[in-house]
């Protein structure tokens, strides 16, 4: 997608913008519900119609007149979707008609010297609708009808976008081929590195691993904790929107960033709460997206709140992510509200919760203020490294040499009958790392044991941040035997 132009859609509340969206890509990326204002934070796709590739960009609900601070934040994000678009979608409702709002986002467009092209949606009785006439009065040209709800006009839609990116600008504000502006620095392609596929921008449900060189980093924890905040502070930049309430987030969205010739595709995701109060669609979708976030994150950011303190969901959400193969770190976020402290607090605290989940003790903890940028750097750098930890891959001899080590230190029990030998091993995955041992009787060997030798193998190696698996195999000669 290097070089691929950017196209917009915008609108007031509840037009359709994200059904419009997914219907596009050809995913369900977007939230979609009736109620107008979930859609918050621009959400990226990636587009290709008759050979022509180019960025979708899906964006909150434009209330021009708002004055709350949300409403203002989502029209701050609307306004950068605009300004780095090379044509804007302006989304409207023939089965309101003419909205004033509408009037209000068409005299804003006609400033904005982009090209647009006027779609009115919900025409589901095309081609025999004619409600879209109407909006002849803002101005902006031709209404195209469409139904993104059932797909009607999509394709032909598509066919006229294709053409408006092709057609030369009139000046120098519209310059096509320019790609969406993320990260306050160099324009970067959300997804990859410029010039290096990468896995599509905004999909919550992607391919998990690294892609191209990258690190896909997972920002998640319970809602309201600063996890936009910290991304924010760490890309230099209000890609993402921020608000005291509770909840902000509720798509996945994902932001790269270049650090240390290394890029880092950062995911904010909805806050995650315990099922039991998940009790309304969004906040169910929300969740899932978020799941799938974590699914296909290399390492998962949880963030927790240093006034809070860690509670069983965020437990629960690290062994999630541990468990789903993910490097984790522990950012401890709001550290500069922590009054009362010595160099003796993060320990303590940090002993207390490692008491609760013995799995803690291999990851490492941080503690950051999104607020001030303390320890921002730093948590690049671990970033770095427990992505190391979680590729490392140790050489055969060496696994063999400690496993026999271990052995030679304490046996294996011994249950009746014939002994228990582990016979040889190595290691047969990376990102986690994973490791076989091939023994003459894997059932009879206990969890105690398996435990054992994963504790030795971090004692020799670290793999700090990283989860680490072990599978016992039967020798294959005895096995043809059975």
Not at 21 to 26: E, I
Not at 167 to 187: D, F, K, Q, Y
Request: with cysteine; charged share 25%.
């Amino acid at each position: 997608m290097k070089g691929a132009p950017t196209v917009a859609i915008i609108g007031r509340p509840n037009v359709g913008k994200s059904t419009l969206f997914n219907r596009l890509v050809g995913r369900r990326d977007a939230i979609v519900d009736e109620r107008p204002g979930v859609t918050r934070d621009r959400h990226f796709g990636a587009v290709e119609w008759n050979g022509q590739r180019f960025w979708l960009v899906d964006t909150g609900g434009l209330i021009p007149q708002a004055q709350d601070a949300l409403n203002r934040a989502v029209r701050n994000q609307v306004e950068v979707a605009v300004a780095e678009s090379d044509v804007v979608l302006f989304l409207v409702d023939v089965e309101h008609g003419v909205h004033p709002t509408d009037l209000e986002i068409g005299q804003y467009l006609r400033k904005s010297r982009r090209p647009v092209i006027l779609v009115a949606n919900k025409a589901d009785q095309l081609p025999v609708d004619s409600r879209h006439l109407a909006f002849y009065e803002l101005g902006l040209g031709d209404p195209f009808p469409v139904s993104a709800a059932v797909g009607k006009s999509s394709g032909d839609l598509l066919d006229r976008v294709v053409e408006a990116l092709n057609t030369p600008p009139l000046g120098p504000a519209s310059r096509p081929g320019r790609e969406p502006r993320v990260s306050g620095g160099e324009p970067e392609v959300p997804g990859g590195e410029p010039g290096v596929p990468g896995p599509e921008p905004g999909v919550a449900g992607g391919e998990p691993g690294v892609h191209g060189g990258e690190i896909a980093v997972a920002v998640v924890g319970r809602p309201n904790v600063g996890k936009s905040s910290l991304v924010n502070r760490l890309l230099d930049s209000e890609r993402l929107v921020v608000a005291d309430e509770p909840g902000t987030t509720r798509d996945a969205i994902d932001t790269p960033l270049r650090y240390e010739g290394r890029t880092l595709v950062f995911i904010d995701t909805a806050g995650l709460r315990k099922r039991s109060k998940v009790d309304d669609d969004i906040e169910f979708y929300a969740t899932l997206r978020t799941a799938r976030a974590i699914e296909r994150a290399d390492v998962c950011v949880l963030v927790v709140d240093a006034q809070e303190g860690m509670h069983v969901q965020d437990l629960k959400i690290a062994n999630d992510a541990w468990e789903r193969g993910a490097a984790l770190i522990i950012a401890v976020n709001k550290w500069d509200l922590i009054e009362e402290k010595d160099t003796n607090t993060a320990v303590r605290g940090e002993r207390e919760i490692k008491a609760r989940a013995p799995f803690l003790e291999f990851i490492p903890f941080l503690y950051v203020s999104a607020k001030t940028g303390q320890r921002a750097t730093k948590l690049l750098e671990l970033i770095l490294a427990v992505a190391a930890e979680r590729d490392k891959r140790i050489a055969t001899h060496e696994v063999n040499e400690v496993l026999a080590a271990l052995v030679d230190r304490q046996q294996p029990p011994q249950p009746v009958g014939e002994s228990v030998r582990l016979l040889y091993a190595s290691q047969i995955g990376t990102a986690p790392p994973r490791f076989a041992i091939v023994s003459n009787r894997p059932e009879a060997i206990p969890e105690s044991y398996t435990r054992y030798l994963l504790n030795g193998f971090r004692a020799a190696w670290r793999f700090t941040g990283s989860p680490v698996s072990i599978k016992f195999r039967r020798k294959r000669e005895q096995a043809a035997h059975r």
